[in-house]
């Protein structure tokens, strides 16, 4: 079965960290590009930031930049969102994507 899974979500205080993880089973990352997407209630789904198989391009948000680092390991099938200084805009539910496979995604909640 193809499937994403999500973990490390959780609340945390404003200024706070939390690594949120893309395990993939049923098929692997090689050729593809595997973005991270956020959403909150009433929002249009948010490209937060993806990374190409190789690890050799990335790109990040706007509002992400300097915060969070992405990163790959091929050898486990999974990508990884580093989030550092967290702030109560990053609270939503957070996504991952590859090809057309999404997972089901995790909530990341931020408080004040």
């Known amino acids: 079965e193809v499937q994403l899974v999500e973990s490390g979500g959780g609340l945390v205080q404003a200024g706070g960290s939390l690594r949120l993880s893309c395990a993939a089973s049923?098929?692997?990352?090689?050729?593809?590009?595997i973005g991270w997407f956020r959403q909150t209630p009433g929002k249009e789904l948010q490209g937060v930031s993806c990374?190409?198989?190789?690890?050799?391009?990335?790109y990040y948000a706007d509002s992400v930049k300097g915060r969070f680092t992405i990163s790959i390991d091929s050898a486990k099938n999974t990508v990884y969102l580093q989030m550092n200084i967290l702030e109560p805009e990053d609270t939503a539910v957070y996504y991952c994507?590859?090809?057309?496979?999404w997972g089901q995604g995790t909530q990341v909640t931020v408080s004040s």
């Open positions: 049923g098929f692997t990352f090689d050729g593809y590009a």
């Open positions: 994507n590859a090809i057309h496979f």
């Open positions: 990374i190409s198989s190789s690890g050799g391009s990335i």
